[in-house]
């Protein structure tokens, strides 16, 4: 089975940083950028199965630059 981890993510869509998938709590998962901290949407799972599948969504949503950016405004 794929390792959640070894889910491939590209640059950040906002700066260009490195990508991280995060997971909290055993039940979300999300992926957030380590320079300027935008991030995808949490999503949630309740079994193993759904988690790789989640995981797969937000790197999806990550390499298409759906992202959230909760830093300062301008």
């Known amino acids: 089975m794929e390792h959640i981890h070894d889910i491939a993510l590209q640059d950040c869509p906002l700066c ?36 790789q599948e989640m995981a797969k969504k937000v790197a999806l949503s990550w390499n298409l630059g759906k992202v959230i950016y909760t830093g300062p405004g301008d």
């Open 16 to 51: 260009g940083g490195t990508g991280i998938l995060e997971e909290e709590g055993g039940w979300l998962v999300y992926v957030q950028c380590l320079d300027c901290g935008c991030r995808t949407a949490e999503l949630a799972y309740h079994a193993e199965e759904e988690r």
